[in-house]
Every structure is written in C-alpha cells, then in structure tokens.
C-alpha cells in the first residue's frame, strides 16, 4: 500500500464546475499537506499548504484535512480552463527540522469550455 | 517571493556523456535544497537532498556516484549526471523552502527535460 493515494483521472469538468480532489494517506505522522498545480512541461506550484484538520481558502481554492480520516481534499471553485492541470497532494513530517515530501500519483484535472 | 530557477529548461546528450543542471533560489538564500525526478504520467520522487557545505544525502536506491550533488553557495545548488544512459532520461526538478519561523513548504524550480540519446 503506497503512503499516500490519490485518484490519478483523468477528470473532466465544464467551465463553473466545483471540483473536488482527494487523497487519502496511511501514516499518521504527516503534519503538513500541500497541493501543488503542475502544468505540462512544467515545475509543481504550490496552492495551499495546512497544519490542522478543518477548512483553509484561498480565493476559489479551499483545502481540506480530516486528520481523523487521513483523507485531505481541494476544492476548485468556478473551474476555469486555466485550471486544466496535475494536482499533486503532498505531505511531510517535520522531523530534524527536514522538509522532505511524499506525494500522492497526481490527478489530471480538465476543464472544458 | 520564493522563485526558484533552475536551468537548463531542457537538454539533450548522447549517451556516456555528462550533464550539468543547475538550481538556484533567486530571492533567498537555502541551506537545503531537493533534487526530485518524474517519470512520464508519475509523481516527483526524491532522489537526495543538497547540504550547503556538506555532503548530499541520496534515497535508497539512488547512485550517488550516478548523480554528483554539489551545494557551493546558499543559492545555488547543481546535480551532475554521470556517464548519461538513456534510462537516465526524466524530467529533474529541484526545490527549496525559504527560511523562516515555523512550517515553510517547498517552491520547486520549472524542471529540466533531460533526453540522453
């Protein structure tokens, strides 16, 4: 069983869909979590990042963490063609003041005029 | 805030030939910085971490004479690979969080395309 799982798509919505993303992780030990948008041919940039389970927005973007479930999911809101992409979650623990990331597969998000 | 270069965009070597790819944080400085590799339609996998000044630390499974980590400078940070095979052809991506108080999460640089030939 991989440390963290996540839906790999792809996944196509209309234009002004909310979109939901989801990954669910095995290690309770992850403290923070991370979405990163990743264009083809290009770096991951980062979305959102949380420490505590509950709800985080960011103008249409909100991050959520159920610790208690070991499930994180982003919500996009008004989905725009500008957001046809990669998702990737990642999460980390912070031990010895490190920052290394595990990340779930990815899921291909496209919307569609 | 927080970019993180990296450089060259895209690259293309014979095979048994050496390339260089550098990183660099443009607006901070980075003790530590990661090297990651994507496969095609896969997520990043971390392959060592870059120490200012030290050693790298490699994952399991990465040769670390394969790939040479040097961390010269608290900007810069550059991953050689080594007698290129085309096995070694991925997307390499470097990052960096910027210092400061509590959690700073990673900003990764734009990748670079290596395809050994």
């Known amino acids: 069983q991989k440390e963290v799982e996540q839906d790999p798509g792809p996944l196509s919505v209309p234009e002004g869909a909310i979109v939901s993303l989801n990954c669910t992780y095995s290690?309770?030990?992850?403290?923070?979590f991370m979405w990163y948008r990743q264009y083809s041919r290009k770096g991951p940039e980062l979305l959102m990042y949380?420490?505590?389970?509950g709800n985080k927005e960011d103008g249409r973007f909100t991050a959520q963490v159920d610790k208690s479930s070991k499930y994180i999911s982003l919500f996009i809101r008004d989905s725009q063609p500008s957001d046809s992409a990669t998702y990737l979650c990642?999460?980390?623990?912070?031990?010895?003041?490190?920052?290394?990331?595990?990340f779930g597969t990815g899921t291909q998000l496209k919307v569609e005029l | 805030g927080a970019v993180v270069s990296q450089h060259p965009s895209w690259v293309i070597c014979k095979s048994g030939t050496s390339v260089k790819i550098e990183c660099r944080s443009l607006?901070?400085?980075?003790?530590?910085m990661f090297w990651y590799r994507q496969f095609p339609k896969q997520s990043l996998m971390l392959m060592a971490t870059?120490?200012?000044?030290?050693?790298?630390?490699?994952e399991q499974g990465v040769e670390k004479d394969k790939f040479l980590i040097n961390h010269a400078s608290l900007t810069l940070s550059t991953l050689t690979v080594t007698s290129a095979h085309p096995e070694d052809s991925s997307f390499y991506i470097c990052?960096?969080?910027?210092?400061?108080?509590?959690?700073?999460?990673?900003?990764f640089g734009n990748g670079t395309r290596l395809t050994v030939t």
């Open positions: 990052s960096a969080s910027p210092p400061g108080q509590g959690y700073s999460p990673l900003h």
């Open positions: 290690n309770s030990a992850f403290q923070y």
């Open positions: 949380t420490y505590s389970s």
């Open positions: 990642a999460m980390t623990i912070l031990t010895g003041g490190g920052n290394k990331l595990t």
């Open positions: 607006d901070f400085q980075a003790t530590t």
């Open positions: 870059s120490n200012e000044g030290s050693k790298a630390t490699y």
